[in-house]
Every structure is written in C-alpha cells, then in structure tokens.
C-alpha cells in the first residue's frame, strides 16, 4: 500500500491560496441581472388593454387557469401579451425557466422573459425595467419576500405599477403572493411559526413592509401562503393584529389572505371581484383594536371573522361582505380549535357583523351627533380629527345592566380624547392618554332601569388632520 506524503504547513497555505485564486477568477462579485427570453423577439404593440387582473397563488409555481383567466382578461379574449417573470434566485434544479414554460404554453402569449435579480440594486437594471414596462403582465416567483421588498423605491417598483395602470396585471405565488399586498410580511429577520407569533406579536422574526405595492380594491391586506399545509392562520391573526395595533392598517382593520399550496390561486378582477381556484383560500378579518398585543406577550384577540373560499366560490373586495363569516379568538396566545372550518354566521344584525357609522360633519354637539344606536355589537364608529377643535359626537342606547366598552385606535397625526356623556351632557368617564396617535379606550355599565341615551364625545387635544381614527364599540 502506498501512502501519499505529509503536506507540510507552508505547502498547505499555497495550495489554499491558488485555489482561491482560481475560484475568485470565476466568480464575480454579485451574480449578475439574469435574461432569458421565451417566444417572439419583439413586444406587442397595442394601445389598451382590459385589465388589471391579479393571480395570488399559495405556491410558488403558475396555476395554469387563473393564469389563462388573467391573460384572456386583459387581452379581452384577441391578440396577444408578453409577461415578465421575476426571481430572487435561479432554480437549484430542472428548468431555468419553470414559470415561462408553463405560461407560453398558454393561448395569447407572444412571449415570456425571465429575470434573475439578486441583489437590490438589480431593481434598476435598464434593459430589464424595458422589459417591465413593455410587458402585459409580472409574475413574482416564488423564493424569498425580502429579497423583493428591497425592490421598493428602485425603478421596478414605479415599472410594475405602470404594467397594471395602462390595464395589465401583476401576480406571484409564495413568496411573490407576499409581496402582492400593500401589508408584506417580509420574513426579513427569518420565518416565523403560528405558535411564535401568537407567543409574541412583536416576535423578532415579525417584520413587515409597506409601501410598495397597493393595488385598487386589495388595500389593508396582508398575504400569507402555504396556507393550511403550514398552518399560517395563527401567525396571520398575530400579523393583522399587529397592523391594527400599529396603525399600518387604515380605519382600523386590517384583513389577511391565505392561499393553499397544492394549486391554490386567488384570481382578481378589475372589479375587485375574486374568484377562488384549486385549493381553499381564507379571509380573516380584525376589525378593532386586540385586547392584548404588547411585545414579549401572548396575543389576545376576541372575534377575528374568517371567510373561506372554497374552489369555484367568489368575494367581493370591492364592497366587501359583513356577513357569512365564521369567529375564532385567540386567549393568552391560544387559538381557538378547528380554524379552518366553522358555520357561517347568517344573521349579522345580532351577531355583529363589522358595520360602521361614520362620522357626517356638522355633529360637534350633541344636537348634530351621529345616531349610532342601531350599532351592531361589535360596530365601530370612524371619523378624523380636521381641526385642531374639532369634535366629534356619536348618540349611543344602552340598556338596564349593559356594559359599553370602547376601543379608539388614533392616527400619529393628531392626539384626541374621548369622553361618555350622559343624555345632559355630564361626563362619565373618560380616556385622555398622552401622545399623537396614542390609542384610547374605556367603559361604562348603565345601573339604572330601561335603556338610557348616551353620547361618545371624540374631541381633538393637539393636531388635525384627515387621517381616520376607528373606534370599536362592543357591548356586553
């Protein structure tokens, strides 16, 4: 048997150190902005377009009928499109191009490119921002939300929203699902577990971006994915508390949509409109503030309202329904049981079904307030603060033993107060927090026989402006 010699020290380094001169040769500093086109050389040229149309699939890879749904949308069924797929990273395996071959196979495509970004600066690459704005539709793959969240504020971003104004579309799955609503959860610091978000809202690997991306009819919506594979309901719920809590959400609710993998694709129209394909989707709704939602403690959140879409099933986001919901709490960072099925609330009058009085100028007195005794249980009550002495009243019925409770999330632009009044106008109680866009809240039980009259007096401590507050009204 033969042996091969010692290397000595000294020869190690130098054989270390020519490798890593051979690899350094070959390997640039970043991978560089990555083309590769499918079909016609040339773009479509054609002056309108029938969209926008949306596909937010649970999965990385295209659902071939939502996808052909969209195409034809937008085409309006006669010529053709050219669609650009954007990725964060290339495939480890198969096909350079997965998403393209399956969308060129598809009747109106003239052509497919695929872009590889991997840093942000790719965000502006010129020929690839040509590529965009040229394009009918932009397809997000799958891969890494944080990677394509660094994109905003680069050329790409103001290139993809050009593609939906002139009546194209945009979409993605998983990750590009993600960053397809105008809340992304970002995942920047890491993913994070249904259990570690309901443990701690404010959990180190809970982040999210905004600003990006809002398109009409899908505002105050945070994605999710993977959505009952993963079991995402529960970190969903911790997230859309978050963004009520945090104010990331305006009039105080925010609303999650989670897709299934398995080729589920949520498909909207230009109309706000969405039809649900392949596998079950979920709306979750959180429409007042959280009881507990406070950093290194478990979520507390009474009533999130759950929609599910099963294939085939429609929901308007346009005019977005307040009935046919199902309810699931979260105590002490423990969701209720079986979150993924529930009896659809029918009669919404009684059980509440997130209705709103909003506040109609003049109702500064008592006189002019806004009548919100037929308030559903729990309603909120919406208005802004558009002087620095603006105030606010809202008449309220309460009942012999009935405990009225009010949660008030305010806007950073303003600090305002909120008072109960009895029918003379004398004070009850009151909540006067220090701070612009400090949130107030408080409660008062009626002692006395029948059903009295009440008002909620919202009035302006310091600032102005439009930004609405949202005030939850919930009796008991």
């Given amino acids: 048997m033969t042996h091969r010699p010692l290397r000595t020290p000294a020869a190690a380094a130098v054989a270390l150190i020519a490798?890593?001169?051979?690899?350094?040769?070959?390997?640039?500093?970043?991978?560089?902005?990555?083309?590769?086109?499918?079909?016609?050389?040339?773009?479509?040229?054609?002056?309108?377009?029938?969209?926008p149309a949306f596909t937010m699939n649970g999965a990385g890879g295209i659902v071939t009928a939502s996808m052909t749904r969209a195409i034809d949308e937008i085409r309006g069924g006669t010529?053709?499109?050219?669609?650009?797929?954007?990725?964060?990273?290339?495939?480890?395996?198969?096909?350079?191009?997965?998403?393209?071959?399956?969308?060129?196979?598809?009747?109106?495509?003239?052509?497919?490119?695929?872009?590889?970004?991997?840093?942000?600066?790719?965000?502006?690459?010129?020929?690839?921002?040509?590529?965009?704005?040229?394009?009918?539709?932009?397809?997000?793959?799958?891969?890494?939300?944080?990677?394509?969240?660094?994109?905003?504020?680069?050329?790409?971003?103001?290139?993809?929203?050009?593609?939906?104004?002139?009546?194209?579309?945009?979409?993605?799955?998983?990750?590009?699902?993600?960053?397809?609503?105008?809340?992304?959860?970002?995942?920047?610091?890491?993913?994070?577990?249904?259990?570690?978000?309901?443990?701690?809202?404010?959990?180190?690997?809970v982040g999210f971006t905004t600003g990006m991306f809002e398109w009409a009819n899908y505002g105050a919506v945070i994605?999710?994915?993977?959505?009952?594979?993963?079991?995402?309901?529960?970190?969903?719920?911790?997230?859309?508390?978050?963004?009520?809590?945090?104010?990331?959400?305006?009039?105080?609710?925010?609303?999650?949509?989670?897709?299934?993998?398995?080729?589920?694709?949520?498909?909207?129209?230009?109309?706000?409109?969405a039809t649900q394909y392949g596998e079950d989707a979920y709306v979750v709704l959180a429409d007042h503030q959280p009881e507990q939602a406070v950093d290194r403690k478990p979520l507390t959140y009474s009533g999130f309202k759950i929609w599910r879409l099963t294939p085939g099933s429609t929901f308007d986001f346009k005019n977005r329904p307040t009935c046919g919901y199902y309810l699931r709490s979260v105590t002490n960072g423990v969701a209720d049981a079986n979150l993924y099925n529930g009896t659809p609330v029918t009669d919404c009058g009684s059980q509440g079904g997130g209705s709103t009085v909003a506040e109609s100028e003049p109702n500064d007195t008592r006189d002019t307030a806004d009548d919100a005794t037929a308030l559903a249980s729990p309603g909120r009550l919406t208005g802004s603060m558009k002087s620095n002495r603006d105030r606010d009243y809202f008449k309220v019925s309460v009942a012999a033993g009935q405990t009225v409770a009010v949660n008030c999330a305010v806007p950073s632009a303003y600090d305002a107060d909120v008072y109960w009044l009895d029918a003379n106008g004398s004070t009850l109680t009151r909540s006067v927090n220090d701070g612009a866009g400090t949130d107030e809240s408080l409660s008062f039980t009626r002692t006395a026989t029948g059903t009295g009259t009440y008002y909620l007096d919202a009035e302006a401590y310091s600032g102005s402006g439009s930004a609405t507050y949202a005030c939850t009204l919930t009796r008991s």
């Avoid at 070959?26 to 079909?39: E, F, K, N, S, T």
């Fill in 79 to 205: 010529g053709t499109l050219d669609v650009v797929v954007l990725a964060g990273s290339a495939p480890t395996s198969g096909s350079r191009t997965p998403e393209c071959d399956t969308i060129t196979a598809s009747a109106g495509v003239n052509s497919c490119t695929t872009w590889t970004l991997t840093t942000a600066v790719d965000g502006d690459n010129s020929q690839m921002n040509t590529d965009v704005r040229n394009a009918e539709f932009v397809y997000f793959a799958g891969g890494d939300q944080c990677r394509y969240a660094a994109w905003k504020g680069t050329a790409l971003e103001a290139s993809v929203e050009s593609v939906v104004a002139k009546g194209g579309g945009s979409g993605g799955g998983s990750a590009g699902h993600h960053v397809n609503s105008p809340i992304v959860y970002d995942a920047c610091n890491g993913s994070v577990t249904s259990a570690e978000a309901l443990a701690n809202p404010y959990d180190r690997y």
């Fill in 223 to 273: 994605n999710d994915s993977h959505f009952v594979t993963r079991d995402r309901m529960g970190r969903t719920m911790s997230f859309l508390a978050r963004a009520v809590k945090d104010g990331l959400a305006p009039a105080g609710s925010a609303w999650g949509v989670g897709v299934e993998e398995g080729g589920g694709s949520l498909f909207l129209d230009r109309n706000g409109m």
């Fill in 19 to 51: 490798l890593a001169s051979v690899l350094m040769a070959h390997q640039p500093a970043h991978a560089a902005a990555d083309r590769i086109r499918l079909g016609s050389a040339s773009d479509v040229s054609r002056s309108t377009w029938n969209g």
